[in-house]
Nanobody
Framework: VQLQASGGGLVQAGGSLRLSCAASAPIFSSYHMGWFRQAPGKERQFVAVISRREGNTYYADSVKGRFKISRDNDKNTVDLRMDSLKPEDTAVYYC????????????????????WGQGTLVTVSS
């Protein structure tokens, strides 16, 4: 599975960005899709996840109410809409996939994901 993340850039605090991740997975709808981020000098952090078909979502507390994850199984894409951005949102953002069945729970640990994209840098200026 190959993942290509895009949409990062420089934005002022309070602004918005939309990240997109395109997957080459032959059966995209078999994967839970997650977004993670890593700020300079910090560990990778869970951001959001969306289930493979039902569209169930879960967010980190730090982004809840500001970020929205969505997916299009016909286009093999998952997006992360980021509003009300803060300087502390500055990080490299990664999309990841976790092969899943109907009973697979949503995961917040990066170790439970099978494939990762290359990352896209988001910089939020104050």
């Amino acid at each position: 599975v190959q993942l290509q993340a895009s949409g990062g850039g420089l934005v002022q605090a309070g602004g918005s960005l939309r990240l997109s991740c395109a997957a080459s997975a032959p059966i995209f709808s078999s994967y839970h899709m997650g977004w993670f981020r890593q700020a300079p000098g910090k560990e990778r952090q869970f951001v959001a996840v969306i289930s493979r078909r039902e569209g169930n979502t879960y967010y980190a507390d730090s982004v809840k109410g500001r970020f929205k994850i969505s997916r299009d199984n016909d286009k093999n894409t998952v997006d992360l809409r980021m509003d009300s951005l803060k300087p502390e949102d500055t990080a490299v953002y990664y999309c990841a996939v976790r092969q899943s069945s109907n009973s697979t729970p949503l995961a917040v640990s990066g170790a439970q994901y099978d494939f990762w994209g290359q990352g896209t840098l988001v910089t939020v200026s104050s």
